[in-house]
């Protein structure tokens, strides 16, 4: 092998000797005693002299690999572990934000809901909740005075003694509305409506025109249903009676009472449908003007039976409804309110 110096840029041999390429100027590698030359640990492999004497590699025309440069791998990982940290940190704090602003409005609205109902103490379940219903059919509430004919005056039939039509009956709901057990709403039910239970009475108080019910959820088929009314001021205005046979979306049959007119009619959920009138009639022999006055209906299959304090006062055939649950219903007839009514002793029986 020559002893000569091979100039790694340019291939010039070079006397051992020289330290700079006396061709290109380049610094000579140094031999070490064999005369072999010393590659310098910095040099790239591309740098280094190969394939022969004078041959320079890489090439010419293909640049040497630069040197590498930028972080540690483990400096990176360690960075890109601390950015998802920070990342979950800000999406807790976020979560936690949105949870909380949720609850308070939640708080908020259920407070709300609570204080304009305004309910009093007593049981909360499902099946003793009620609310208060606009009956679709008596917003504007119309109704036929019938005048009584003067030669055929209406005879009520008396209940026969020792109420047998509640021999086989099971009592299944009363309220004497000694305190508000039941959860029926109160308060300021609507801009017309108010109702309140005091003095073992439950009353509502009508500014304006309007009609409203509540049902007690509870679906019965045949049964027996009572209600003491009064029409404490308004008197002929105030009305009151039952819903039956109600189900939501559905319709129901409406009992109502006045002082000096009755009717029963078959009332559906669907504007569409116009409400049927089944039987209407006026009370007034049988009426306790400015008193309480007993209602009563009796639903056995097909047949609906109306009472008036105790004596018969109409029936009716009809099955557009078979069951559903029994309510009452209070109305105002006089734009102008000015109307209270009280009811108690609400109380139904199941017949077998």
């Known amino acids: 092998m020559s002893s000569n110096k091979i100039c790694p840029n340019c291939g010039a041999e070079s006397n051992p000797s020289e330290r700079f390429c006396p061709n290109c100027g380049t610094r000579l590698p140094e031999q070490d005693a064999a005369g072999n030359p010393t590659i310098r640990i910095d040099q790239s492999p591309f740098n280094a002299p190969s394939g022969g004497q004078g041959a320079a590699y890489p090439p010419p025309g293909i640049a040497p690999n630069p040197p590498r440069k930028g972080m540690p791998v483990w400096l990176i990982v360690l960075i ?55 009956d679709p059919a008596n917003v504007a509430p ?50 017309i409506e108010t109702d309140t239970i005091e003095d073992g009475v439950f009353k509502v108080l009508w500014t304006g025109k309007g009609a409203t019910y509540e049902t007690h959820e509870r679906d019965v088929t045949n049964f027996v249903a009572d209600l003491d009314c009064k029409a404490e001021r308004g008197g002929t205005d105030a009305g009151c009676g039952f819903i039956f046979d109600q189900k939501t979306d559905v319709g129901y049959y409406r009992f109502r009472f006045y002082e000096d007119s009755y009717d029963l009619s078959v009332v ?5 449908t116009p ?3 089944l039987v209407k009639g006026n009370p007034s022999r049988l009426v306790k003007s400015g008193d309480w006055n007993r209602l009563r209906v009796v639903r056995q299959d097909n047949k609906i039976s109306l009472y008036l304090n105790d004596e ?41």
Not at 326 to 345: A, L
């Open 312 to 352: 018969l006062l109409d029936t009716a055939s009809d099955s557009t409804y078979t069951d559903g649950q029994v309510g009452v219903w209070t109305s105002c007839y006089n734009e102008q309110g000015g109307v209270e009514v009280w009811f108690d002793n609400f109380t139904i029986w199941e017949l077998p």
């Open 80 to 134: 890109s572990l601390g950015g998802l940290a920070a990342v979950a940190c800000v999406g807790a704090i976020v979560i936690i934000g949105v949870l909380t602003l949720l609850g308070e409005k939640t708080a908020t609205v259920f407070s709300s809901v609570n204080s304009s109902l305004d309910v009093s103490t007593g049981p909360t379940t499902a099946s003793s909740r009620r609310t208060p219903v606009s």
């Open 268 to 272: 559906s959920s669907n504007d569409a």
């Open 275 to 277: 409400t049927k009138n």
């Open 142 to 191: 119309t109704r036929d005075v019938v005048l009584l004919p003067t030669k055929t005056p209406m005879r009520a039939t008396a209940t026969p003694a020792g109420d047998p039509i509640l021999a086989s009956a099971r009592q299944v709901f009363r309220d004497a509305f000694d305190d508000n057990s039941n959860s029926w709403v109160t308060g300021q039910v609507s801009d």
